[in-house]
C-alpha cells in the first residue's frame, strides 16, 4: 500500500535542527535526500533525520479529519496488516501474559481496532492517540479508554503494562529518544515492547533512495536495524526478537520479481518494514 502523506510544511511554521538521538553526533554523510520539500541526512551511525524539521507544535496539527477519514476507511486492513506480524514474533490477543490482569498500552492507536480485539480477548487496554477527532470514534465505535495525548504527556504510571505497541510511530516523533524513555518507565519488569517502522537499511530502500516510499514528509526518523537496536539498548531495553519483511516495490516491473526478491528480502534482514521484541529485564 502506498504511504499517505499528511504533513502540510507552511513557511509560518517554526523549524529546528537537531542531533542524531542515537549517538548525539551533528556529523552528516552525504548524499543527502530532497524529497517532498524537505532533506532527509544521515548521521554516521546510520540513522537518517529530517533536518530542519518542524517543532512538535506543528507536527500534531498534521493529524486532523483526513487523516480520520483515512484512518477509518483502512482501520481493519491495517490491524490486520500488524496482526499478521505480530503472531510472526509470537504475539497474538490470546497468548496472555500469566498476570490476572495484564495490561496493554497501545501508542498511536488510531481507531482503536486492534485494541478492541486485545480487549476482548481479556486484556486491560488503554491507548494513547493524538488525533482528537480518532480518540473520539475509538472511545464511542469501540468504548475503549484512549487519551488524547503523546505519549509523555499522557502521565501514565510508572511499571504499570505488561505489554506496549507503536506500529509506524516512531519514525513521526520529534524526540524518539525521550519516547523510548518513557517506555521504559512505564514498562514492568519483564514486560514486552513491539515497534514497528520502516527499515532504512533495506534492499528497496537502498534501491530508490530519495524516491523511496518511506522517505516522505511525514517521517521526521528514519531507522536502520542497527540504529532503532542502539537506541533501545541505551535505555537499557533487551532485544529478544527482529524480523523484517518487504523487498520488491509493490508495482514496480518487472513484476515477476516481486515474489522471489521479497522472499530473499525477509530471509536476510532486509525487509521494508521492520519489527522489533524486546523487553524491560
Known sequence: MEVKTFATLKTSH???????????????KKPIWRTQGVHFVQCTCGLWRQDPQPV?????????QNYLDYEIEHQYTFRDIALKSLKEIGVTPHDKPAELLPQLLEIGCATGAMLKLFADAGWETTGVEVSKELTQYGRDYFGLDIRNSTLEAADLSEASYSM???FHLIEHLNDPASFVAELYRILR????????????????????QHEWRSAISDHLFLFTVKTLVALLENYN???????????WPLGMKPKFLKKPLDMAAKSIGLGDVMIIKACKP
Do not use: R
Not at 517554526?14 to 553526533?25: D, F, L
Not at 512538535?56 to 486532523?64: K, N, R
Not at 531495553?237 to 523487498?247: A, D, M, Q, Y
Open 237 to 247: 531495553f533487551k532485544i529478544e526478537l527482529v524480523k523484517t519483511w518487504g523487498g
Open 56 to 64: 512538535p507544535e506543528a507536527v500534531t496539527t498534521w493529524y486532523d
Open 189 to 208: 519488569h519483564g514486560g514486552t515492547l513491539v515497534l514497528i517502522t520502516p527499515n532504512a537499511a533495506s534492499f528497496q530502500a537502498h534501491l530508490m
Open 164 to 166: 506496549v505497541f507503536a
Open 14 to 28: 517554526s523549524y529546528i535542527h537537531v542531533n542524531c538521538p542515537v549517538c548525539g553526533s551533528s556529523i552528516i
